[in-house]
């Protein structure tokens, strides 16, 4: 639990910097059960969102494909109660799926694993 907390915040320094923007939150979704689950969750930022009058934009970085938790959790219930709060704008970015440059890097790390093992990925928090 620690190593994904630790590298989706790392991750999403990485990808607010490179977008140059200062306003980003990590939020998390997909919680099953009566467990305690990560926080803050994303119907908590969505409320946040709302209160706060700024448009939402959700970047899935745990997920590399679209599936249930994309198609249905973000870009269906997510949306329906972004709009139910009052969220001024809700969208999510694609996941890579089969993106070219994406399929690129697998293969390459497939093909070179040697060549990535010393190198970090994503910069340490």
Same mark, same amino acid.
């Given at each position: 639990? +620690? @190593? $994904?907390?630790?590298?989706?915040?790392?991750?999403?320094?990485?990808?607010?910097?490179?977008?140059?923007?200062?306003?980003?939150?990590? #939020?998390?979704?997909?919680?099953?059960?009566?467990?305690?689950? *990560? =926080? /803050?969750?994303? +119907?908590?930022?969505?409320?946040?969102?709302?209160?706060? #009058?700024? /448009?939402?934009?959700?970047?899935?970085?745990?997920?590399?494909?679209?599936?249930?938790?994309?198609?249905?959790?973000?870009?269906? =219930?997510?949306?329906?109660?972004?709009?139910?709060?009052?969220?001024?704008?809700? @969208?999510?970015? /694609?996941?890579?799926? #089969? $993106? /070219?440059?994406?399929?690129?890097? *697998?293969?390459? *790390?497939? %093909?070179?694993?040697?060549?990535?093992?010393?190198? =970090? %990925?994503?910069?340490?928090?």
């Amino acid at each position: 639990k +620690d @190593g $994904h907390i630790n590298r989706i915040s790392a991750i999403s320094r990485v990808q607010g910097q490179s977008l140059s923007t200062a306003d980003y939150r990590v #939020c998390y979704q997909s919680r099953v059960g009566p467990i305690q689950w *990560l =926080e /803050p969750t994303l +119907d908590q930022e969505l409320q946040n969102a709302a209160r706060d #009058c700024v /448009p939402v934009v959700v970047v899935p970085i745990s997920f590399v494909s679209d599936h249930s938790e994309t198609l249905v959790e973000l870009d269906s =219930e997510y949306k329906e109660k972004a709009a139910t709060y009052g969220v001024p704008f809700y @969208g999510r970015v /694609p996941s890579l799926g #089969c $993106h /070219p440059l994406f399929i690129k890097s *697998l293969a390459e *790390l497939i %093909m070179n694993p040697l060549s990535f093992a010393s190198k =970090e %990925m994503v910069p340490s928090p």
